[in-house]
């Protein structure tokens, strides 16, 4: 069975029903628009209220240091605190160097950066892969408390091995534990992982803050930390529709994905105690950070709970170097999360039994709302219902003739007019939500302008350009509803086969206050798994 082919439920029965049902039952019709339509409402203002909330704390606690803070009442927490180490995984494939050096360079500038390990995990058929693996060593080489460099074979962990960032992060992360044990320095009781891309931008005491919830959290080793992700990484230079869903993915990871555990993104944090328990990534899918979030289940037999990082970190949004490119990269990139999270439904009913009752039920349901509801079908049965109400006179003679069969009568005029204007208030209700998404993502900018993650006012937008991305919020997220309609049509009657984690181009993405690769030195070094260049 595919269970995957459950999310065509949404494609051919939730999403159209508004066009036809009200030929049967006018009444229902009305009554299921409306729920549609205020449901979704209710929902983004749960959502717009959770993001308030982590915004406060993030401004709240943005001058915070932790390092001074970790618990030294004992003997043993003494030796954890002294011991205290990170594991930074960062996959990549064939982004630019200038974009790979900006990230690692946001790891160097961590208050703690003599506690990392730095692993760059990059693919066997990265275009000059022992030349960057070279340039990489021979910059950070004194960086970090040490540094890899690992390259990653084709089909590694068997031939069902997916490419992409979750077969390469499991290689990488396998390796650079051999490597610790090698060295005598796996000490669990101490050490996190972090998995984060190319185009990560950290804040200055992420790992600080990181290390104090570990060593002070009595479930240390049975949940997963997340910080809210922004994609102000040349946000206000790419269209409406890039910078519509670049807003509403931050919003969405503030208010639904983090305080309803649904699953971590790009950017996550975890123990090493339990990445171990969970078998490391599993290699034959392509959503690395939400197959994650189900292995840690499968290992703890519940939820997994999500805490947050308090302080933001820029990932880089979809983006192209012509519009023609914007667009075919926005579309590619949409599809493919689609497409992922269908994968990931049918491995989560496949592997049910391996989860507690209780929380495979939890979060079964928060996933369906999310990717399925939310992420899919809120816009385009609102676009339905929309169309249904232009309609209502052209559609008035075929009901009245299925009267005679059904005893259904169609709405007066004066009920119609009271739909319509119930309807159209959840969309103004809707619209109000989108200015607290822009303040947000405002702020947003206002906290990476303070910690210096990027020059002031790099991310700024004009007055007219808000107004009219704001304008467009909901047409682009119809546009990537149709998207999502029609990636889950193309899974289905494909399978497998569409499966794949195709990297996102970022060579719009080069710049900022990376440096040129060309500052780096000729340097001897070597890319096998085991490669490390170790800190002096």
């Known amino acids: 069975m595919r269970w995957n082919l459950l999310f065509l439920i949404f494609d051919f029965i939730i999403i159209p029903l508004p066009l036809w049902i009200d030929i049967f039952c006018p009444i229902f019709a009305a009554v299921y628009g409306l729920f549609v339509g205020w449901l979704g ?46 594991l930074v995984m960062m996959c990549g494939y064939k982004e630019p160097m200038e974009v790979i050096c900006q990230s690692i360079d946001s790891l160097a500038a961590q208050s703690v950066a003599h506690r990392l390990i730095v692993v760059i995990g990059l693919e066997d058929g990265t275009p000059e892969v022992a030349e960057k693996a070279q340039r990489l060593k021979e910059r950070y080489a004194r960086s970090f408390k040490r540094f890899h460099v690992t390259k990653h074979p084709k089909q590694w962990a068997g031939g069902r091995e997916i490419r992409g960032k979750c077969s390469n992060a499991n290689y990488t992360m396998r ?86 555990n649904i699953n971590t993104m790009s950017i996550f944090s975890f123990s090493l105690d339990l990445c171990i328990k ?26 997994i709970e999500i805490l947050m990082i308090p302080m933001p970190v820029i990932s880089g949004p979809t983006s192209g170097t012509t519009q023609c490119e914007e667009f075919s990269e926005w579309f590619r990139q949409s599809e493919r999360w689609t ?68 005893g259904q009568y169609p709405l007066d005029d004066a009920a119609n007019t009271g739909v319509m204007i119930a309807g159209f208030s959840s ?37 007219c350009q808000n107004v009219k991305d704001w304008i467009l919020m909901w047409p682009s997220l119809v546009m990537y ?9 193309k899974v289905a009657a494909y399978g497998k086969k569409v499966c794949g984690h195709d ?9 900022g206050n990376a440096k040129t690769t060309s500052e780096t030195d000729s340097a001897e070094a070597s890319t096998s798994a085991g490669d490390d260049t170790e800190r002096s």
């Open 278 to 303: 969970g078998e490391f990534f599993h290699a034959h899918y392509q959503m690395d950070d939400i197959i994650y979030t189900l292995t840690c289940m499968q290992a703890l037999q519940k939820r």
């Open 339 to 406: 497409i992922g999270a269908c994968e990931v439904f049918h491995y989560f009913v496949v592997k049910r039994r391996r989860y507690n009752c209780a929380a495979a039920l939890s979060y079964g349901m928060w996933f369906v709302i999310y990717y399925g509801f939310i992420l899919c079908s809120l816009t385009l049965t609102g676009l339905a219902g929309f169309i249904n109400y232009a309609l209502v006179d052209v559609k008035r003679a075929t009901i009245l003739q299925m009267a005679e069969h059904t």
């Open 427 to 463: 969309l103004a209700w809707t619209y109000l939500i989108f200015l607290i998404f822009f303040y947000l993502d405002r702020e947003g900018c206002k906290l990476i302008y303070h910690l210096k993650m990027k020059p002031q006012g790099a991310e700024d937008t004009s007055f």
């Open 503 to 511: 990297p996102s181009k970022k060579d719009a993405l080069a710049g």
């Open 481 to 489: 509803s149709c998207v999502s309609y029609w990636a889950i049509l």
């Open 41 to 86: 409402a209710l929902l983004l203002t749960v959502c717009a209220w959770r993001s308030l909330q982590a915004n406060w704390l993030m401004k709240k606690v943005v001058n915070d240091t932790w390092e001074d803070k970790l618990p030294r009442n004992t003997e043993e927490e003494n030796r954890l605190a002294d011991n205290l180490q990170h």
């Open 175 to 260: 390796a650079a534990v051999t490597r610790l044990e090698e060295y005598g320095e796996l000490d669990l009781s101490c050490t996190t992982a972090t998995s984060c891309d190319t185009d990560s931008i950290f804040a200055p005491r992420y790992f600080e803050n990181l290390g104090y919830q570990f060593l002070t959290s009595p479930k240390a080793k049975e949940v997963v930390w997340q910080a809210p992700l922004y994609y102000n990484h040349f946000l206000n230079e790419r269209p409406f529709y890039v910078r519509a869903i670049g807003i509403m993915r931050a919003a969405y990871m503030l208010g639904f994905l983090i305080p309803f």
